[in-house]
């Protein structure tokens, strides 16, 4: 695990976005494709404003969420919609936008299509990650039920999630996958969350998740 500190977030943003641009172009210059796992919330959005303006051959760049909420796109809680709205934009309009949702009460009724879908791109070329301070990142949400399937070596391609103090049902990228990305970025803001990063490499990933990701991790941190 590598940090990089940052004198304020607005140089973050513009740095890892370049950063991210870099890593995307190089994987072209060897590969068809590249595929791109972010994050949704607010912390990656002033990212994706810098890195949607980027001279990429976006319509080679598959763009896909980390995790998602089990609703629909146009659900004002759906991280599709965010990344659509703040990354699929601007030059990168023509990427390829790869849901993790699929129209059906349950997700385990549809993940056989998604992960169909998804496996002609893994390993992923570039992750963006986001830490919660309970050091859950993607839906990996310590104490959620489904946790130790998504955690396992031989958990699939997309595990399903039901955190206990969440609304919805949750799918996220299993561990194994996140981490067996070829470039892997974390960002964090404030002293907490720091904080709760420094604690998470002496626990289990069971009670911290996101230490199940942290090998040749690159930690972008600003106050």
């Known amino acids: 695990m590598n940090i990089q500190e940052y004198a304020d977030r607005d140089i973050l943003a513009i740095d890892l976005a370049g950063m991210l641009a870099d890593e995307l172009s190089g994987h072209l210059q060897h590969h068809q494709t590249a595929s791109l796992a972010v994050p949704g919330g607010t912390t990656p959005g002033p990212v994706f404003d810098a890195l949607c303006a980027a001279d990429l051959e976006w319509d080679r760049v598959r763009v896909l969420p980390t995790d998602e909420r089990w609703v629909p796109q146009d659900h004002p809680r759906s991280n599709a919609a965010l990344i659509c709205d703040r990354l699929i934009t ?20 549809v993940l056989a299509d998604v992960e169909a879908m998804l496996a002609p791109e893994l390993p992923l070329s570039v992750l963006l990650l986001g830490m919660g301070a309970d050091m859950h990142t993607a839906s990996l949400f310590p104490g959620a039920q489904g946790l130790e399937r998504a955690l396992s070596a031989r958990a699939p391609v997309v595990s399903v999630l039901r955190p206990a103090d969440q609304p919805e049902i949750r799918v996220s990228l299993s561990a194994r996958v996140l981490d067996e990305a070829l470039s892997k970025h974390l960002i964090i803001y404030g002293a907490e969350k720091r904080t709760a990063l420094e604690r998470a490499t002496m626990l289990p990933p069971e009670q911290a998740p996101i230490q199940a990701v942290l090998s040749e991790m690159t930690v972008h941190w600003a106050e």
């Open 90 to 109: 601007n030059r990168a309009a023509s990427a390829r936008f790869l849901p993790l949702y699929a129209p059906a009460d349950e997700p385990d009724r």
